[in-house]
């Protein structure tokens, strides 16, 4: 089975400066793995994911992410946040074999400040 | 455009109603899934179903059943509404197939249950 662990609830962090939201995943098998952003009042859309390849993830709205398989990680970073970032941001996992479940995280509520 | 449609944004019952949520997808996905979020807890899967009529249990499916007699419509049923299934519930639907998993999310219908 697999899990996420996303260690900040929230994040808050002034206009402009960079960001990092933290993710772990734990699986026994390779994995699919994904960020959500939801702001507020709306579902959730994809902001990048890593299925193969590059470890290095670029996504929407200048965020990107970092696949690290000896530390089972997927952080999420921008080098500098504006006001309209502000949302919950969703580390989900998937298993490479399985084509239904994406096991989501308790999400980070991100909160920029000018 | 992408869409899932969920019928409902906000609906109020009483303790023991029957609750209906509906949710419809234009982009002729074999998945869809119901999950529900708390806050604090994230995204719990409900039910989900690869096909009509094809149904699957997620994490969370005591006091829920589900409904797909059509591809791009996926109902949640609860039978008799109690307190703690006051909650946000979003859809998603998705393709299957390796190098895939993305989710398509709908605006989620909040429910309250006096």
């Known amino acids: 089975a697999q899990s996420v662990t996303q260690l900040d609830s929230q994040v808050p962090v002034f206009e402009e400066a960079p960001v990092e939201l933290r993710c772990n995943y734990s699986?026994?098998?390779?994995?699919?793995l994904f960020w959500y952003v939801q702001y507020p009042n709306q579902g959730l859309q994809l902001l990048l994911k890593?299925?193969?390849?590059?470890?290095l993830v670029k996504g929407i709205n200048g965020f990107e992410a970092e696949f690290n398989k000896s530390q089972t990680s997927f952080h999420l970073r921008k080098p500098s946040v504006h006001i309209s970032d502000t949302a919950e941001y969703f580390c989900?996992?998937?298993?490479?074999?399985?084509?239904?479940?994406?096991?989501f995280g308790t999400g980070t509520r991100l909160q920029v400040f000018p | 455009d992408v869409k899932v449609t969920q019928s409902s944004r906000y609906l109020v019952k009483r303790t023991g109603e029957k609750v209906f949520l509906e949710c419809v997808q234009d982009?002729?996905?074999?998945?869809m899934f119901w999950y529900r979020q708390d806050p604090g807890l994230g995204l719990r899967l409900i039910y989900f179903?690869?096909?009509?009529?094809?149904?699957e249990k997620g994490d969370i499916p005591e006091g829920y059943s589900v409904s797909r007699e059509k591809k791009e419509r996926f109902s949640l049923i609860l039978e008799s509404a109690s307190t703690n299934q006051t909650s946000m519930y979003l859809c998603?639907?998705?393709?299957?197939?390796?190098?895939?998993?993305?989710?398509?999310f709908g605006e989620g219908s909040r429910l309250t249950v006096l």
């Open positions: 998603a639907s998705s393709t299957s197939g390796p190098n895939t998993g993305e989710l398509f």
């Open positions: 699986s026994s098998v390779s994995v699919y």
């Open positions: 890593y299925l193969s390849g590059s470890t």
């Open positions: 989900a996992v998937r298993a490479f074999y399985n084509t239904d479940k994406l096991i």
């Open positions: 982009m002729d996905h074999e998945n």
């Open positions: 179903s690869y096909d009509v009529k094809m149904k």
